[in-house]
Nanobody, 123 residues
Framework: VQLQASGGGLVQAGGSLRLSCVSS????????MGWFRQAPGKEREFVAA????????VYAASVRGRFTISKDRARGSVYLQMNSLKPEDTAVYYC?????????????????WGQGTLVTVSS
């Protein structure tokens, strides 16, 4: 099973980007899915998660109100709309599929990971 993330790029502070993550085998259609990020020299951190049917979402405090996670259950895909981007949002963003159906926040709750897509926010 592969998760393919895309949509990263270079954007100015205050701008927007939309990340997409598609599954090779509809992974995530009955699972929670999430986004994590890792900045240079830092550990991977939780960004947002969504449960199996999209009815429950969880966000890190640093992105709440600016980012929106959504999923296409039929495709097992997940998206991250990022608005009002800040330089501190600069990181490699990873999508992931959880073991269970809930919107999980710990990396240990996730089984499959995408390759990452780089987001760079300039000041």
């Amino acid at each position: 099973v592969q998760l393919q993330a895309s949509g990263g790029g270079l954007v100015q502070a205050g701008g927007s980007l939309r990340l997409s993550c598609v599954s090779s085998k509809r992974t995530g259609s009955n699972n929670g899915m999430g986004w994590f990020r890792q900045a240079p020299g830092k550990e991977r951190e939780f960004v947002a998660a969504i449960n199996w049917n999209g009815g429950d979402t969880v966000y890190a405090a640093s992105v709440r109100g600016r980012f929106t996670i959504s999923k296409d259950r039929a495709r097992g895909s997940v998206y991250l709309q990022m608005n009002s981007l800040k330089p501190e949002d600069t990181a490699v963003y990873y999508c992931s599929s959880a073991r269970g159906s809930a919107a999980a926040t710990s990396p240990s709750d996730y089984t499959y990971w995408g390759q990452g897509t780089l987001v760079t926010v300039s000041s």
